[in-house]
């Protein structure tokens, strides 16, 4: 089965940064995109970020000039790199790869719980 782990969350202060980590293992499909995701509670999860095989990234409007996405390919892992944290940003965030037919999949880590408070 795919395992996604992810990693690194925490609780930070205001205008602090984090650093989060995914590692993707099992019968992946290892070219596929990785993307992250959140879910703050009471609403629906929303994608944060993706990077591909090749090293391109996207970004949704509220992570853009903040958060970098990067990728190690040889590792399967993903990280997510967060600067200038704000109170809307607390949430469960995962992270979820490709198929070989282009969707992400269905299953899901546990995810890390970021919590920004002062």
């Known amino acids: 089965q795919v395992q996604l782990v992810e990693s690194g969350g925490g609780l930070v202060q205001p205008g602090g940064s984090l650093r989060l980590s995914c590692a993707a293992s099992g019968p992946i499909f290892a070219s596929g995109a990785m993307a992250w995701y959140r879910q703050a509670p009471g609403k629906e999860r929303e994608l944060v970020a993706t990077?591909?095989?090749?090293?391109?990234?996207n970004y949704a409007d509220s992570a853009k000039g903040r958060f970098t996405i990067s990728r190690n390919v040889i590792k399967n892992t993903i990280y997510l790199q967060m600067n200038s944290l704000k109170p809307d940003d607390p949430a469960v965030y995962y992270c979820n790869i490709e198929d070989a037919f282009g969707q992400y999949l269905q299953r899901w880590g546990q995810g890390t719980l970021v919590t920004v408070s002062s």
């Open positions: 990077i591909t095989f090749g090293g391109e990234t």
